[in-house]
């Protein structure tokens, strides 16, 4: 059965700082997509980052980059130059197959990250 | 485009009563989905639909009903609800495509409190 897993529960990083939140999955499939959301305080899902099981280079997006690891199935998401407004919920999430299969997600069960000043 | 919406924002429900959680989008979305978010488990699945008359289950359906009429509305019954559903509940849409590429796009949630 498919599975992601954070094992981060909280982190904490100073201003200007990069930080790394690990995301690790299980799947038997080949063919899989993976992708961030953040969660502010305010509540909503804000998608931030998407990188395709066949996808060769590591996906970026502006701040947000992902350390791809496809045989240790983990993809690590890396903010640079951290900003107090990314203190939030980060959440990492999974479906599987190809085509889009109805939208299903899977979600891991979150990191909470804290931007010091 | 008002994207996917949410009504209510915020509900207080005593155990055995039934509600509807409303979500409408405005996207032309075929893909609508039902998501709950519990402190520490992240968001799980409830229902989901790949078009309109067309529904399944996903990983927590029980005590949960949807039908889906229209291609804009997707809504949730409480039919009795429980303070185990206690939750915030969102709603999520995305469109069809052969790539893999496509993300969702998220209501912005109902909070649920059943006493």
């Known amino acids: 059965a498919q599975k992601i897993t954070q094992t981060q529960p909280g982190m904490f990083v100073q201003e200007k700082e990069a930080v790394t939140l690990d995301c690790t999955y299980d799947t038997s499939d080949q063919s899989y997509g993976l992708f961030w959301y953040k969660q502010p305080s305010s509540g909503e899902m804000i998608f931030l980052i998407y990188?395709?099981?066949?996808?060769?280079q590591n996906a970026t997006e502006g701040r947000y980059s992902l350390n791809f690891q496809k045989a240790r199935k983990s993809t690590n998401l890396v903010i640079s130059a951290s900003q107090l407004g990314d203190s939030a919920m980060y959440f990492c999430a999974m479906r599987e197959g190809i085509y889009n299969q109805g939208g299903k997600l899977i979600f891991g069960q979150g990191t909470e990250l804290s931007v010091k000043p | 485009n008002a994207g996917v919406t949410q009504t209510p924002k915020f509900q207080v429900l005593k155990t055995g009563q039934s509600m509807t959680l409303q979500c409408a989008q405005d996207?032309?979305?075929?893909?609508m989905s039902w998501y709950r978010q519990d402190p520490g488990m992240g968001l799980r699945l409830i229902h989901y639909?790949?078009?309109?008359?067309?529904?399944d289950q996903g990983e927590v359906p029980n005590g949960y009903n949807v039908s889906r009429s229209t291609t804009e509305d997707f809504p949730l019954r409480l039919l009795s609800a429980a303070p185990s559903q206690t939750s915030v509940y969102f709603c999520?849409?995305?469109?069809?495509?052969?790539?893999?590429?496509?993300?969702?796009?998220f209501g912005p949630g109902t909070r649920l409190l059943v006493l």
């Open positions: 639909s790949v078009g309109a008359g067309i529904t």
């Open positions: 999520a849409s995305s469109y069809y495509t052969s790539g893999a590429r496509v993300t969702q796009y």
């Open positions: 990188q395709g099981s066949y996808d060769e």
């Open positions: 996207m032309n979305h075929e893909y």
